[in-house]
């Protein structure tokens, strides 16, 4: 029996050209093939889209030393940068320590103030 639905009334005249019946559709185990048809059975995944963290200091440039910073890395090499660098932060680590001490801190306060020292440290670019 083929019946042409018409679906009319709406604004802009929403028509639709169904034209057999509910009993000449797909039915049961046709339709579940006919689906399992149209779904890929292995998905392929591309590369992320994020790229990976990075380990740089976000403030590279950035802040009111950065670029003395950056012209005395460049004038006594990476190396020995780095050197005079990592003793600068333990002699600093040295003396947030003796003050926490001195004022009765206990290890976690102390760390925090290391943490907000570091922060200070690359907001002022002295980790450029």
């Not at 050197?83 to 926490?100: D, M, P, Y």
């Not at 004022?103 to 670019?125: F, M, T, V, Y």
Request: aromatic fraction near 6%.
């Amino acid at each position: 029996m083929a019946t042409s639905i018409c679906a009319r009334g709406l604004q802009g005249g929403l028509v639709s050209s169904f034209q057999g019946s509910w009993e000449s559709s797909i039915s049961g185990d046709d339709y579940h093939h006919a689906l399992m048809q149209s779904v890929p059975r292995f998905v392929t995944v591309g590369k992320p889209i994020c790229s990976p963290p990075s380990m740089k200091n976000v403030n590279e440039g950035k802040g009111l030393f950065a670029p003395a910073v950056v012209i005395t890395r460049n004038i006594i090499g990476k190396k020995r940068f780095n050197q005079l660098r990592g003793k600068a932060i333990a002699l600093h680590s040295q003396v947030i320590t003796e003050f926490c001490k001195s004022i009765g801190a206990d290890a976690k306060q102390r760390q925090g103030l290391i943490r907000l020292a570091k922060k200070n440290g690359e907001r002022l670019g002295f980790l450029a």
